[in-house]
């Protein structure tokens, strides 16, 4: 689940800074010893400079150690070098670089974000949620329900605790909670086979006969799980809330989509300010279980590893108008596929009418679309398929300015960074063998 803000700053975790033009951004690696964040940080303070954001991630290079990104409150190539040179006397640091200097353009192409490189480093994003988890708005309609919000706080902790590999967490809904998805699914149900398209209304029902989706009960995610991973090797993860752009695109990479487990306040079951596992089980996941659209959520993931921030927010803004308010054609007719109008009754409906304007989806000029989040969508973008999509986002992803390419190892569920002569030679012989397999199989048809 992911909150996409055209005013925020993607990535971000640690932020006291709204001036981003008076920063600069100081990378350091450090091994994992007990105090070494301390000696950072007393290193910094005597380098005379205020800290606005901190970052941490697991290493790349330093084992067992741990990456920072630190924006210090300065654009000054005296400060920086000073804080460089203080850093550098800390025993335990490695790789000092400032990775974004406004007075240093170069410094700031050549920055590469951290991101995750085996599946097991989605752990980190954990507890890494924006809002919405164990916390209400004001406007949400179970903010003042003390059940409800008790209620959310015990399915939220079971997403907080949960790791790569451990049995995914069963949910025992109460009769209210069912009740809510009853009346969710029954209403969308009778909706979609006038406005979904043809690959949705073609998993829905295996969805039903595989993975006990119904008016009666709300569906477990790990039975939905394990059936996306035997149809398009995607998996589903609980998370706690609403996570970063960075961190939910990181994720699809993986083919890993972060799912909700809670559903939206009983007192208006056609509204919800929030993803919930109505949005997720009914809108996003059956075309998880499309080999085309997986394909094309996973290309959009793939992309976002290591991408500026700039970039994410163009890919983020791609992921909106396609995996959630993307329309496609059919023959004459177009169709719904994104999620956010596949779980709206109102904007299922009205996205389909004259009313909003269709445009042929082409993600140089998608990504950079501005959108409202708490209204009908005034512009929407139509794919002429799954596939012509993913060409067409393909293409916009060579334009990126990222240092190297990416693949997606799917027997070790790792990302391999094709960064050097050897790794791409090895890549080369795999493609090598896969096409020597398939003359074989066109030989013998």
């Given at each position: 689940?992911?909150?996409?803000?055209?005013?925020?700053?993607?990535?971000?975790?640690?932020?006291?800074?709204?001036?981003?033009?008076?920063?600069?951004?100081?990378?350091?690696?450090?091994?994992?010893?007990?105090?070494?964040?301390?000696?950072?940080?007393?290193?910094?303070?005597?380098?005379?400079?205020?800290?606005?954001?901190?970052?941490?991630?697991?290493?790349?290079?330093?084992?067992?150690?741990y990456?920072?990104?630190?924006?210090?409150?300065?654009?000054?190539?005296?400060?920086?070098?000073?804080?460089v040179?203080?850093?550098?006397?800390?025993?335990?640091?490695?790789?000092?670089?400032?990775?974004?200097?406004?007075?240093?353009?170069?410094?700031?192409?050549?920055?590469?974000?951290?991101?995750?490189?085996?599946?097991?480093?989605?752990?980190?994003?954990?507890?890494?949620?924006?809002?919405?988890?164990?916390?209400?708005?004001?406007?949400?309609?179970?903010?003042?329900?003390?059940v409800?919000?008790?209620?959310?706080?015990?399915?939220?902790?079971?997403?907080?605790?949960y790791?790569?590999?451990?049995?995914?967490?069963?949910?025992?809904?109460?009769?209210?909670?069912?009740?809510?998805?009853?009346?969710?699914?029954?209403?969308?149900?009778?909706?979609?086979?006038?406005?979904?398209?043809?690959?949705?209304?073609?998993?829905?029902?295996?969805?039903?006969?595989?993975?006990?989706?119904?008016?009666?009960?709300?569906?477990?995610?790990?039975?939905?799980?394990?059936?996306?991973?035997?149809?398009?090797?995607?998996?589903?993860?609980?998370v706690?809330?609403?996570?970063?752009?960075?961190?939910?695109?990181?994720?699809?990479?993986?083919?890993?989509?972060?799912?909700?487990?809670?559903?939206?306040?009983?007192?208006?079951?056609?509204y919800?300010?929030?993803?919930?596992?109505?949005?997720?089980?009914?809108?996003?996941?059956p075309?998880?279980?499309?080999?085309?659209?997986?394909?094309?959520?996973?290309?959009?993931?793939?992309a976002?590893?290591?991408?500026?921030?700039?970039?994410?927010e163009?890919?983020?803004?791609?992921?909106?108008?396609?995996?959630?308010?993307?329309?496609?054609?059919?023959?004459?007719?177009?169709?719904?596929?994104?999620?956010?109008?596949?779980?709206?009754?109102g904007?299922?409906?009205?996205?389909?009418?004259?009313?909003?304007?269709?445009?042929?989806?082409?993600?140089?000029?998608?990504?950079?679309?501005?959108?409202?989040?708490?209204?009908?969508?005034?512009?929407?973008?139509?794919?002429?398929?799954?596939?012509?999509?993913?060409?067409?986002?393909?293409?916009?992803?060579?334009?990126?300015?990222?240092?190297?390419?990416?693949?997606y190892?799917?027997?070790?569920?790792?990302?391999?960074?094709?960064d050097?002569?050897?790794?791409?030679?090895?890549?080369?012989?795999?493609?090598?063998?896969?096409?020597?397999?398939?003359?074989?199989?066109?030989?013998?048809?």
């Open positions: 689940m992911m909150r996409i803000n055209n005013n925020s700053e993607p990535g971000t975790h640690y932020d006291a800074s709204s001036n981003r033009d008076q920063r600069s951004t100081l990378f350091f690696s450090v091994h994992d010893k007990v105090g070494a964040l301390d000696e950072c940080l007393r290193a910094l303070k005597k380098a005379g400079v205020s800290m606005t954001r901190i970052e941490s991630r697991p290493s790349k290079s330093v084992d067992p150690g990456d920072f990104f630190v924006d210090i409150d300065s654009r000054s190539k005296e400060v920086v070098i000073r804080v040179d203080e850093i550098k006397q800390v025993s335990v640091v490695r790789d000092v670089r400032i990775v974004s200097n406004l007075d240093d353009e170069a410094a700031v192409a050549d920055a590469v974000p951290w991101f995750p490189r085996k599946i097991s480093d989605l752990d980190t994003f954990a507890e890494k949620v924006l809002e919405m988890g164990e916390e209400l708005s004001s406007d949400h309609p179970g903010a003042k329900d003390p409800y919000r008790r209620r959310r706080m015990e399915i939220v902790e079971k997403a907080k605790t790791r790569t590999g451990q049995p995914l967490p069963r949910i025992e809904y109460t009769e209210q909670e069912r009740e809510t998805w009853r009346q969710v699914y029954t209403r969308l149900r009778e909706m979609y086979p006038r406005y979904a398209c043809r690959e949705f209304l073609h998993v829905f029902p295996l969805l039903e006969q595989n993975c006990g989706y119904g008016a009666d009960d709300i569906p477990q995610i790990e039975d939905i799980s394990r059936f996306l991973k035997d149809c398009t090797g995607f998996t589903l993860r609980p706690m809330g609403l996570l970063t752009p960075r961190d939910f695109l990181n994720s699809l990479a993986f083919r890993v989509f972060h799912s909700t487990q809670y559903i939206r306040h009983h007192s208006d079951p056609y919800t300010p929030e993803p919930d596992c109505c949005h997720e089980l009914l809108g996003h996941v075309l998880f279980a499309d080999p085309n659209f997986a394909e094309l959520a996973q290309e959009i993931g793939l976002s590893l290591g991408a500026s921030d700039d970039d994410i163009k890919l983020a803004t791609i992921f909106w108008f396609t995996a959630e308010f993307g329309l496609c054609r059919e023959g004459a007719d177009i169709r719904a596929y994104g999620a956010g109008l596949l779980s709206s009754f904007e299922l409906e009205y996205a389909l009418t004259e009313k909003p304007e269709h445009r042929s989806f082409d993600p140089s000029m998608t990504s950079t679309q501005k959108y409202p989040i708490t209204e009908y969508q005034p512009v929407y973008f139509v794919a002429d398929s799954f596939r012509d999509a993913t060409t067409k986002l393909r293409e916009f992803n060579a334009t990126m300015k990222r240092p190297f390419q990416v693949r190892n799917p027997y070790t569920q790792s990302v391999e960074v094709l050097s002569k050897d790794k791409v030679q090895h890549f080369a012989r795999t493609i090598r063998n896969e096409m020597q397999l398939l003359a074989s199989a066109l030989e013998q048809i």
